[in-house]
């Protein structure tokens, strides 16, 4: 079973860092696009970030030059690395992945359960 783990949430100051990790675990046959998304009360969720298994970027615009996504193919992990964190930034973060877990399947969606990340003023 293709389980995705979040880990290094937290409690920061304004203009702080964070790094965030997400894992992948358990039986696949090919990692495709990894994404970081987040969700404030009230608000939708997001997509924040994404990476492809190339390591192509894309950056939603309130978090570019800021935030950094990558990954590392060998560990199965993604990241996300949160500069010059701001209030506005405080949500649950999500990590996402497409991910086929056989030669006979196609795409699928995985997700994590989140890690909070709070940015006070």
């Known amino acids: 079973q293709v389980q995705l783990v979040e880990s290094g949430g937290g409690l920061v100051q304004a203009g702080g860092s964070l790094r965030l990790s997400c894992v992948v675990s358990?039986?696949?046959?090919?990692?495709?696009?990894m994404r970081w998304h987040r969700q404030a009360p009230g608000n939708q969720r997001e997509l924040v970030a994404d990476?492809?298994?190339?390591?192509?970027?894309n950056y939603v615009d309130s978090v570019k030059g800021r935030f950094t996504i990558s990954r590392d193919n060998a560990k199965n992990t993604v990241y996300l690395q949160m500069n010059s964190l701001k209030p506005e930034d405080t949500a649950v973060y999500y990590c996402?992945?497409?991910?086929?877990?056989?030669?006979?399947?196609?795409?699928?969606?995985?997700w994590g359960q989140g890690t909070q990340v709070t940015v006070s003023s």
């Open positions: 358990g039986n696949f046959f090919r990692l495709g696009a």
């Open positions: 996402n992945a497409l991910i086929r877990r056989s030669s006979l399947l196609g795409w699928s969606d995985f």
């Open positions: 990476i492809t298994g190339g390591g192509s970027t």
